[in-house]
């Protein structure tokens, strides 16, 4: 659930980044880094307390092979969204998008961790 959420908000970080680049915008940009970097703290404090809700009442995972398939999803969204906005980053000289870029690969490996937890649950349920 919070890398469901984390990723949401990442996604919504392209929509004040693209207003940027179409309003050509030097100001825009700057401003359109700082609401990146507002939206990926937001998103991140509420997976924060998803998680610390989840150690407190704990609960036994279901539907396992949902949980798999959003980690794969979730690392191949991320790894698109990290060449597009790397390579469009270099392109238009913007340190923010590479940034931006950057982070969402590296949420795509945290996405990968889902899709390891969903094995490792799996095994620990099994006895192996």
Known sequence: MADLIHNFGDASTAIPLGLAFFLRSARGERLAGLAVVLAIFASACVALV?????????????????????????????E?????????????????????????????????????QRGRRRTRRSGC
């Open 50 to 78: 998803q998680t610390i809700l989840r150690f407190i009442h704990p609960h036994t995972l279901t539907h396992l092979w949902w949980l798999a398939a959003a980690g794969v999803i979730g690392f191949v969204g991320n």
């Open 80 to 116: 698109i969204a990290a060449q597009i906005r790397t390579r469009a980053g270099n392109r238009l000289n913007s340190p923010a998008l590479v940034a931006d870029g950057n982070h969402a690969r590296v949420d795509g490996f945290v996405s990968l961790g889902v899709f390891g």
